[in-house]
């Protein structure tokens, strides 16, 4: 039985966050609420008018919340720091595992090429295959948070859903690892108004991508690579899966298409894959 390693990272929490801070488009929206209010007990007749504001309002965050790369809901990490591009670094971060066929796979590519990527793990798929997530780690790669179960209605929990989805995931994934995850992914990148506190109160980054190969769906590696390879620039954070990979016609997960090419890019343009942990420090410091 394979020991199980110290919580050296997990023991220790993040920084004490300081008062969450309310992302401009919510303070906004709170500010609009009052004046819709006020507009109704001082003016009864314009309600029509204070109702439609109220209810454009509400898609404008809906909006805002089904736009993966945005950051009108509160911070989200698209690129890397500037320090971190300066130095050449590019984060591959791969999702939705781990997955006892591609996930090996994928390790045995990192190390041949001397890369190190982020993996975006899924809590209870995790639980399922704790020796791989020890493996990853192992090997000098990140594991973070893609939460618990991966829910398709993850975009409307509310505070206790995404306070269980996450903060289980947290718990679940340092107690295999030691590491305590300092970076989280909302499943497809949804989210809500409700997101940052929970990430704020748990010291995690939101992150997204810079660039991504729609590996889920496109079975044609050649068009994955071309969409993460082309610009590829110092910074930039890319997005791949191990676990939910499409298949190539010949039945092969496109990730292990795509990685050899993608590395060897880098390779050509003086560029260093590396972990979130290395490259962007805690959200509270
Ligand atoms: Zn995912």
Redesign the pocket.
């Known amino acids: 039985m394979t020991a199980k390693p110290s919580p050296i990272t997990a023991a220790r929490p993040p920084a004490t966050p300081t008062r969450w801070p309310l992302p401009p488009m919510v303070s906004a929206s709170l500010g609009l609420h009052v004046v819709a209010g006020s507009a109704l007990v001082l003016v009864p007749g314009a309600w029509p008018w204070s109702a439609a504001a109220v209810v454009a309002n509400h898609l404008a965050l809906t909006a805002a919340g089904l736009w993966p790369r945005a950051a009108l809901l509160g911070p989200n990490v698209r690129r890397l720091p500037d320090a971190a591009a300066a130095r050449g670094e590019v984060a591959i971060t791969i ?2 595992g781990p997955d006892p066929e591609v996930t090996p796979a994928t390790l045995d590519l990192l190390a041949a090429n001397g890369a190190h990527a982020t993996f975006f793990c899924i809590a209870e798929r995790a639980r399922a295959h704790p020796a791989l997530l020890r493996r990853i780690v192992a090997a000098g790669h990140d594991v973070q948070n ?1 939460s618990l179960r ?1 829910r398709h209605n993850f975009s409307v929990l509310g505070p206790k859903g995404f306070a269980q989805e996450i903060g289980d995931a947290q718990t679940v994934l340092a107690d295999i690892t030691g590491v305590l995850p300092h970076c989280f992914r909302a ?2 990148g949804l989210r809500n108004p409700l997101l940052d506190p929970v990430l704020h109160r748990l010291g995690l980054h939101l992150v997204s991508w810079t660039r991504r190969g729609f590996d889920t769906r496109r079975a044609n590696p050649a068009k994955v690579l071309h969409s993460l390879a082309d610009g590829l620039a110092g910074g930039d954070i890319l997005l791949l899966h191990d676990g939910n990979a499409r298949r190539t016609d010949f039945g092969t997960p496109v990730l292990l298409h795509v990685l050899p090419p993608l590395l060897q890019h880098c390779r050509q343009l003086g560029l260093r894959p590396t972990t979130l942990a290395r490259s962007l420090p805690p959200r509270y410091t």
């Open positions: 999702d939705d893609h991966h499943p497809a």
